[in-house]
């Protein structure tokens, strides 16, 4: 069983900064690959950044420079620090794991299996 539960979001300015959580829990051996989407009304889900297992990470590059995704392993938790965000950032915020690489479904034009409950971020200038 995979559990995802994001915690940060909430409002801020443009230009501020702001720092998503997500603690996982994962029955068994954790080799999942760990990620961050976001959506807004009337969109479809986009990957805004993912944490490989095997250590790759990558970025959407319209936060590339901007957004910082990590994790700390021993507290089972990842992160997104938003630094600059912009209005177009804003969205709800959802974690997301994967047993494949990341970027190996996003290659096939697939959604991670697991999802967490998602995170509302309302960037204001």
């Known amino acids: 069983q995979v559990k995802l539960v994001e915690s940060g979001g909430g409002s801020v300015l443009a230009g501020g900064s702001l720092r998503l959580s997500c603690e996982y829990s994962?029955?068994?051996?954790?080799?999942?690959?760990k990620a961050w989407y976001r959506q807004t009304p009337g969109k479809e889900r986009e990957f805004v950044s993912c944490f490989n297992e095997d250590g790759y990470i990558d970025y959407a590059d319209s936060v590339k420079g901007r957004l910082t995704i990590s994790r700390d392993v021993a507290k089972n938790t990842l992160y997104l620090q938003m630094d600059s965000p912009r209005s177009d950032d804003s969205g709800v915020y959802y974690c997301?794991?994967?047993?494949?690489?990341?970027?190996?479904?996003?290659?096939?034009?697939?959604?991670?299996?697991?999802w967490g409950q998602g995170t509302q971020v309302t960037v204001s200038s």
């Open positions: 994962i029955d068994g051996y954790d080799d999942y690959s």
């Open positions: 997301a794991a994967d047993r494949q690489l990341i970027t190996y479904i996003r290659a096939l034009n697939i959604l991670p299996r697991h």
